[in-house]
């Protein structure tokens, strides 16, 4: 029966190295029911779980998980020792703790880009869980760690993929590593430059240029001046006859 499942597991490992790039050491995330369960079968997960797998482990867990067990008092103070003794990943609910089931969620979003296994007792968890492809889920059954076969939302998700319907995370990633050595990829930090809004023409531009009108008349300093100027020639003219004429 032993070699049975490890045979199960190593062909379910498979399908998530191949499509959905898991690898060593595997991360998984425990709950309150997994370590309550843990401890009522007397499973040694930190030994029990490298054999099972046929590689290194992490036993993982986060703050919320180990706040909602604190918070459920001593029925549950074994399972809460044995969550504080795994690695403690951070969650985004630092101010707010949310429940267990709803961190544990929120940490294999978008893809699971951390490669996590999820290992939990609850069902409702599970559900939702199956409906994110990529995400391996493990349980415990009859004093047993199983790993669950690749759920039909992971299965339908390689087949899209395969078909070239849809783009997996380990393409997405090895994308943007291109874009970013070629320089393509646009700095978020950096601000939008705004556009220059298209302003109407200025408004004293419009404005008809006067034209100078140029005087036709004279002024009337000219024609004194001009008056002057002829008197004085005349009388010039006067003299130089009388001269003449005494001579």
């Known amino acids: 029966m032993k070699i049975t499942r490890q045979k199960h597991a190593k062909r379910h490992l498979g ?3 191949n499509n959905f790039r898991v690898r060593e050491p595997y991360q998984i995330l425990l709950d309150g029911t997994f370590c309550q369960a843990a401890l009522r079968g007397r499973i040694q997960l930190r030994e029990q779980l490298p054999r099972y797998l046929m590689a290194e482990t992490q ?15 001593k029925d549950l103070y074994g399972a809460k020792l044995i969550a504080q003794k795994c690695q403690v990943r951070n969650c985004p609910h630092f101010k707010n703790a949310v429940s267990g089931s709803e961190c544990l969620l929120s940490m294999v979003e978008e893809g699971n880009p951390h490669h996590y ?45 395969e ?58 300093n000219s024609e004194k001046k001009r008056k002057r100027i002829r008197k004085r020639s005349t009388s010039k003219k006067v003299l130089s006859e009388k001269q003449n004429a005494e001579g």
């Open 15 to 17: 399908f998530f190295r």
């Open 117 to 161: 296994f999820l290992a939990t007792q609850d069902q409702n968890l599970s559900v939702k869980v199956k409906k994110r492809p990529g995400v391996p889920l493990m349980f415990i059954i009859q004093n047993t760690i199983v790993l669950d076969k690749p759920s039909p939302k992971s299965v339908a998700f390689v087949k899209a993929v």
């Open 163 to 220: 078909a070239g319907q849809l783009v997996s995370g380990h393409e997405k990633e090895s994308i943007r590593q291109l874009k970013g050595e070629q320089g393509l990829v646009k700095n978020s930090e950096r601000r939008r430059k705004k556009r220059k809004k298209i302003s109407g023409p200025n408004p004293l531009s419009c404005l008809k240029k006067k034209k100078k009108t140029q005087d036709t008349k004279p002024s009337s």
């Open 59 to 73: 036993l993982c867990t986060t703050r919320c998980v180990l706040k909602e067990l604190e918070s459920l008092g």
